[in-house]
């Protein structure tokens, strides 16, 4: 490898490391040092004040009626109850709902099939009314007017007696709650939970027993504080927020800052799609059923809880059609909560799978996960899974790494007397760069030979990268022995260890740049490279071993048949 290829290699190495310091400071809330985002001034006024009450639970405010009916912001309290505020839990084979008979609003959800790798013992809680965490998804109705209140999530609501757990035959489990009639209007919601599932059925009847018609708006909104998830890694950066999906603009995600800065470009009206709030592995989200048309929005609100100084609310507003006296208007949405289990969300939903989110590298990283999965049915290991499809990768790439390391074993054959004549000509700069290249033509040997069939590769393996860091299947999934779960650390740093003797190995085979700074840099830089898997999934450590036992016996057979016996190339410090 000569010194222009390195240089190269070694300008691309540098600018990723910047990058990567960049994201890590914005991830642990600092302004990147390298390559600062412009911001724009902003204050406490700009985000939209709701007033607070004694309890987080009652403080996300009832969104504004749309264009159709007043403009004006309904009450945030409703008509004093005197009936204490209670929650009713109900439970299928995979989820643990928590309801707060207040508005019937999800306070708390419990997946039972996934363990929280960060608290010993217990299971993964998305949605949590608590001291730490603010995470709600809650509906209501919206007036046309102040005097027109109607039930709201703020509503005491009665929950109708039944069944709480999913019995041992049945298929299904429901809970019903029904809200006291306000200006003529009354409300029942009924959620239905099904066996082996997280899309939630939720029936929203509006029934008018009053003497006029009405034409309420029904609402849906996730509220969620601005904090990271526990566990969160400083290492590599996920995205915490809201997403919208239309069929118009497809999936747009929003971050929290940009919120709170009224920097939000999504679209704001459509007959499909849905709301979401998304991060690491799980996310909910309000899915209205197609044709039914509703107003998108992103805001946030200050809810005087000490958990955050503000959340940030994702809704949708759906103006109904004008129910008659004596009507009943029923509605039937889907909330979804659970993991990005990217089959199941295909099934659900045209486009929910878009919440497990590969980037611009999609267009690759959906087949590499199809491939995955079908290695997974077959071997039954998510592990030996990654060693069997980056060996599969490896082998469609061979010829194109044949290719490189031909020109990397060529490069070495002629670094000696490339060093002679450094060495010789070290005072005439000029003249050495005019027989370094005579050299080259002699010996039929392109510089650059080696860098393309890499540079090719590089997207790929980026994209399996992501597919790994994403797969919410490789949580609490074994490999062998001491790897209980690919998707955190090796507790042992046994596999870090190795990925760092490999990366080693793999340098020493490499040749020695002439420049002594060069080569001690050579080996200074993939060191410091490796201490970060130290910290990273251990099903990803475990895809760059492989790729790198792989590299290295595809580059020893190569030299070897090329009549360049590996030689290691050791530091000299």
């Not at 757990?165 to 009639?181: D, G, I, N, R």
């Not at 239905?192 to 309420?216: C, F, M, S, W």
């Not at 919440?355 to 997974?376: C, E, F, Q, R, S």
Request: proline content about 6%; charged content about 20%.
């Amino acid at each position: 490898m000569n010194d222009i290829r390195r240089t190269i290699l070694w300008v691309i190495f540098g600018f990723s490391m910047v990058l990567l310091w960049d994201q890590w400071q914005v991830h642990n809330g600092h302004k990147a040092t390298f390559f600062p985002t412009p911001t724009t001034a902003s204050s406490s006024k700009e985000v939209p004040a709701i007033a607070a009450s004694s309890t987080a639970t009652n403080n996300a405010g009832v969104p504004s009626a749309v264009a159709s009916a007043s403009s004006m912001t309904l009450p945030l309290a409703d008509a004093a109850s005197s009936k204490a505020k209670e929650y009713v839990d109900v439970q299928s084979d995979v989820l643990k709902l928590r309801f707060d008979t207040e508005g019937a609003t999800v306070s708390r959800v419990e997946f039972l099939e996934h363990a929280d790798v960060n608290h010993v013992g217990k299971n993964v809680v998305l949605l949590d009314d608590s001291k730490d965490r603010i995470y709600l998804a809650q509906t209501g109705l919206i007036g046309s007017a102040t005097s027109d209140a109607l039930p709201t999530h703020k509503s005491q609501m009665t929950v109708h007696p039944g069944v709480r757990s999913l019995q041992k035959y049945a298929s299904e489990v429901s809970v019903t709650f029904e809200s006291p009639v306000q200006n003529g209007v009354k409300l029942v919601k009924t959620y239905t939970l099904k066996r082996g599932a997280y899309d939630v059925a939720v029936k929203h009847e509006i029934v008018n027993v009053g003497q006029q018609d009405v034409a309420p708006q029904l609402y849906f909104q996730l509220v969620r504080d601005g904090n990271k998830p526990t566990g969160e890694s400083s290492f590599y950066s996920t995205f915490t927020g809201p997403a919208v999906y239309t069929e118009a603009k497809k999936y747009q995600k929003v971050e929290f800052a940009d919120i709170k800065k009224k920097k939000v470009d999504v679209e704001k009206q459509s007959l499909n799609g849905y709301i979401a709030m998304v991060q690491h592995y799980f996310f909910s989200a309000w899915i209205l059923p197609d044709g039914l048309n509703r107003n998108i929005s992103l805001d946030a609100v200050d809810i005087g809880s000490s958990v955050a100084d503000c959340c940030y609310r994702a809704t949708l507003i759906a103006p109904l059609d004008t129910i008659k006296a004596g009507d009943t208007k029923t509605v039937a949405a889907t909330f979804y909560v659970g993991p990005q289990e990217e089959k199941k969300l295909e099934a659900v939903y045209p486009g929910l799978e878009l919440v497990k989110d590969y980037g611009w590298l999609t267009i690759m990283a959906k087949p590499l996960y199809w491939l995955l999965d079908k290695l997974n049915h077959f071997l039954g290991n998510w592990g030996w899974s990654i060693v069997a499809l980056v060996v599969l990768l490896k082998a469609g790439f061979y010829w194109l790494n044949a290719h490189a390391y031909r020109s990397m074993a060529k490069m070495k054959a002629v670094n000696p007397r490339i060093m002679e004549m450094r060495e010789r000509l070290k005072d005439n700069p000029q003249q050495m760069q005019m027989e370094m290249m005579k050299i080259y033509r002699e010996e039929k040997v392109n510089p650059m030979g080696g860098c393309l069939p890499i540079a090719i590769q590089i997207p790929v393996f980026i994209a399996l990268y992501w597919v790994l860091l994403s797969t919410v299947e490789m949580r609490n999934a074994p490999w062998i022995g001491w790897i209980h779960d690919l998707a955190a650390p090796d507790p042992f740093f046994i596999l870090p260890l190795t990925m760092t003797a490999t990366t080693m190995l793999q340098t020493a085979l490499n040749p020695a740049p002439p420049d002594p700074m060069q080569a001690k840099m050579m080996w200074i830089m993939p060191l410091a490279f490796s201490v970060m898997f130290f910290f990273f999934p251990a099903g990803l450590v475990l895809y760059w071993i492989t790729n790198n036992v792989l590299s290295i016996v595809q580059q020893w057979v190569i030299n070897t048949r090329m009549g360049v016996p590996p030689q290691f190339n050791l530091p000299k410090f």
